[in-house]
């Protein structure tokens, strides 16, 4: 587009009247602010000898957790929609045939690469058995980038930390054993 | 001519044509649901999913008679002057009505389902489904037998027959059967004789819904992550149109390609399950020098221009051409020997035959010989050398005149040579040899160079009936592998990449036989039969 477009229509400033010429408004108003905040309580926390505490844990979005279900068995079935809903594509999963009768299909390995997430919380969001759940925890350190790839012990050991804090925000309905339809089988 | 009007459009039909409503509607891109028809299967008119608005035009009178009640389209043939209706309300309701029902008795497992994402239920609930479900059933956990080759879910089963008819009619071998009636209706096999039939895993590919699991398969990966190659079966000479679906270039599996003039709908278990040996670990993965006893690794960059000057060197050159090669390779290969050697022999390598052919009553036959290319390199190497020779005639004047250079193109996927014929070859001053797998070959091979597998090229193959098909690159080669195209390509100092389709363009200007592929091959392939005829 060129300055000489008849598109664009040209705007004047306004000419600064005795009050805004001198300043003296505009340094009042912004210095009011900063006396107000110099006496007002402080925000600021002295991380990490105090630690902030998130009003809503359950609607933060941290660290993950692999939810257990009334066994203590890992509740995820291995569906890979979380996996398909990450648009990081952080997440990497191993089915395989369950070791459990009453469970037809389970997460061999279950990792994710808590550096490679972007903590969207759309794995929560996918996950049609609530198996896996964001936490509160946000403070997350490692020495080594292997180390930040939680393998589904880890993710379950975060589950078992967090369990009594958060608890699981649908207490999800273990799958209903095979019917029985009278018939012969 | 017979003519037609579906949803008001107007089609027109040959008089020796017969079709059903729903290849009919096909034909102007209306797609009627259907579950438990298929076309490679006698019609049974059961999952009422294709139930449609038909009526008659009266030719007298010109007006168009409507039947009181809807008609399944599958069996319903599309004559002169069917008026069909398939997008009025009362047959949307009916589709929602037949969806409902099914979803009734159906455990909706669909996140551990292996069939989510390619599921004809999934699909058609969401286009012709309620949104609501009215009935009050939670999902719960499929039933699942273990009925032979495959698995069966039992309570996801929506009793299509598809299956059943299938061992019936294709494979005959009548082993599943409907045990029960009404809703305790089920899939079964009797006791003691299990569903054990080369053509089993054809029941997988035609179950619409989840029922039939491949064992094979089985939890290895979701579908929606394959991608799919459209590539030829080189288990045998039949050739079959298959499907390559791979993820990260890991084949996950094969599936049959609709192929009317080779393989119709259906490919064996033999090739289904015959792509393991693409990631056997086993295979030669690395080019290999040896001198006297010392082997190392050459180079790839480096390994032509060296390959090219210690066969100029040598004198006489002979190539014996495997039938796993693709007509371009070997075509490439002809022509790179003849560079070098003016008079070099052209031999075709081992024709595997196992057995005998497997001809089945549906008409499907699995070919006792197990190569996919013979015919096409039979052809090349007539039209190269103007006679047809064997390894053994090789051998027999391998014992009378010493020849300086032989070139073995191998790729066989089963143990193809002995070690007195290894030995026998090995006298040549530089043998190069291209094999899949280690053989006393290639131990005692000047170069053994890594060949690629029937999923890492592409090109064309020759089936035992002359059926030319082109077969698209499913995953890369590893590391350390190149394709005998790419290797001969570079050997020859072409320009640019190399592309099987342009080679084969060059094939059918050079070599009469192959003429009619100069126009291009279609998905299904071309006939070269007509050629010759003509």
Redesign the interface.
Known sequence: MKPNDPDIRWVKEPPMGPTGKTYLSLFLGGFTTTLKHLVSKKKTIPFPDRHYECPDPLIYRGVHRLNRDDQGRVKC?????CS?ACPAYCIDIV???SPWP????YPESFTIDELRCIYCGMCEEAC??DAIELTSLFDLSGKSREEMIFDKEKLLAVYDMTKDAEPRRTAG?P?????D????? | MIHITIDNRPLELRDDERLNCIEAARRVGIEIPHYCWHPGLSVVASCRMCLIEYGMTNQATGQVEMMPKLVPACQTPAVDGSVVVTNSVKVARARAMVEEGLLLDHPI????CDK?GECLLQDYHFQYGQDERRADV???????RDIGDVTLF??RCILCSRCVRFVREVSGTSELYV??RG??E?IDVVEGFPLANNLSGNVVDLCPVGALGDKDF???Q?V??LKRHAAVCTGCSAGCSIWIEENHDRIYRLKPRENLAVNRWWICNEGRYGYPHVHNPERLLLPRRREGDTVTTPDWTKLPRELGERLRGAGRMAAVLSPFLTVEEAFLLCQYARSIDPEAVLVLGPVPVVGEDEVFPGGFTIRAEKCPNRRGVEEVLLASSGGLRTLESLLDELDRLPFGAIWVAGGYRQPWIDEPTAQRLARADVLVVQDLFPSPLSELATYALPSAAFAEREGSYVNYADQLQTAARGVRPPAGVRTEGSLLWELLSRERMYRASSVLEDVARAIGYFAPAAKGVGPTGIDLRANLLA
């Open positions: 079935v291995a569906c890979f929609l398909t089915a395989a045939e009453d469970r037809e299909k049609p058995v309905r799958p209903t054993p095979p019917r339809t009278g018939g012969p089988s | 497992d669909c996140p551990i989510a939670r999902p719960f956990t499929s039933r699942r039992v309570d045990s029960g809703a305790h089920e089985l939890y290895k979701r929606w992550y």
